[in-house]
């Protein structure tokens, strides 16, 4: 009896050794990911970054503005995450930076962020809106969960931005088999005998891939637009001859043909583009000439409109505004000119691009300044823009800092499956920004109220043992350490002095369990306005 009794009390013994090794992680972690500074440090890498920022330099100085000074290397790491990743930066990443030398963090944190699976998924996401919209399309004919992954595994391995465009213009086959078809086969409607919309497709690839509204000529010739009906009518021609068959999108016989309104008669319209025509192959399907037009690195619209889309990403704000109306660039900054020479240099390298951006003074510049920044200052990049955050990224935020370790691929199935559950929860009651998702939208009472009481921030600020605001109260050795980790883990910062002394004595107060206390805490700063924002 004794032996089983024993036998009884070592299991448990090693069940509480096991489950105290999973809550409470070793203080020192190994660097997940390394990366290549001297990648970050190539003459022609600094030489466009040099540029950029050159251009920027002068136009402050010709409109005799002044710039904010740098930003703290935590906040710069902060936008990193949540515009290349839709989260923050968790305790447990926090630590690695800061453990790098000061000049090595940023480079480190790039590429690791760049290597990690968030930010392939993440930006699958942002560009699946992009380029099919987030309705639900045909029924059947239609597959987005397998567009949304199909583009995740293209930015895992940084496949050229022209290579992907092109496969979504001319990709054939079956929406399932071949992913890429979604972009063709989502415009499928049944009162069009299940075909492929011309018209809706040629929208979408001027808007997506050029950032051009041709589609604005679709029904007159526009008042205040280079572009006429003709123009929309030949560039939607390129896809007359794409149908829908038992083998999925093929091209194959056909023309496209438009009714006159006034004598309903039908007209055939020929493929045509709408500027430089030298640069069509001349041989091929029609959509294979127009995904090579498109694509091709003179088109003085397609690297722009790539490098416009990453900057709204990275900044929360394009460069030239609207992102998908680049027609007019005569004020645009200099910078959107030159990274797209850079971009189209370098064979349509996204990574790069980011890189690039990222390394550029005025992604490093913060949102304040001893002065007042003002609207010209703001206009002009002098002030990193301050921006709301996207539901996604306000439920990514809330999920991370409730962990002091990294919720990415690595961890446990059970939990990544939570972690959907809770987002496309949060998302649907928070509101969805659907595609326009830089427009600067204010903030509404039922999502501060969704903050406030919803289910994910109760949950995640809860006294129990799988919570971070727990554990850190478990862990700190005294109330100063615990009010800095709360703070490093929900604002990426470290708290004033004024903030520390506040809570160091709000943690002191003996009137309340000192796992209250903390959840107290993580309420407040989860539910602060900065918290909320971009900055």
Known sequence: MWKRNLLFLGLIGGGIVTLGANLIPPRERKQITSYDAAAH???????????????????WTEEDLRKAPSAPDLAVARRLALGLMGTIPSVEEIRQFERLPPDQRQAWWVDHILEDRRFADYFAERYARTFVGTEDGPFILYRRRR???????????????????????????????????NFVSVTIQPDNKNQPDPVRLAGRVTRAFLG?????????????AQWEQSDFQGFSAFFGQTHLGFTGVYDGAGEYQIEDKKTKEKKTVDPRVPFSPELLPGQGSARWQLACWVTDGKNPYFARAAVNRVWALMFGRPLVEPVDNLESTSHAPAALQILADDFAAHNFDMRRLIRLIAATEVFQLDSAAEHEITEEEDQAWAAFPISRMRPEQVVGGVIQSGSVTTLDMQSHLLIRIMKLGQQNAFVQRYGDSGE????????????????????????????????ASTRIGWMAPDDAHAVEVAYLAVLTRRPTPDE????????????????????????????STEFSWNH
């Open 41 to 59: 440090r190539e003459a022609d890498f600094q030489a466009s970054v040099d540029h950029v920022n050159a251009s920027f330099r002068q136009k």
């Open 147 to 181: 567009f949304v992954a199909w583009l995740g595994d293209q930015f895992a391995v940084n496949r050229p931005y022209d290579q992907m465009v092109r496969d979504l213009i001319d990709a054939e086959g079956l929406w399932t088999d071949k992913p890429a078809t």
């Open 212 to 224: 051009l509204r041709l589609d604005c000529a679709q029904c007159h010739n526009h008042p205040f």
């Open 436 to 467: 326009d998702e830089f427009d600067g939208r204010v903030g509404t009472i039922p999502q501060r109220l969704l903050m406030m009481n919803g289910k994910i921030t109760a949950e995640k600020t809860k006294d129990g043992p799988f919570n």
């Open 500 to 527: 520390a002394a506040h809570f160091e004595a709000f943690l002191a107060d003996p009137n309340l369990p000192r796992g209250q206390r903390m959840e107290d805490l993580y309420w407040t700063l989860l539910n």
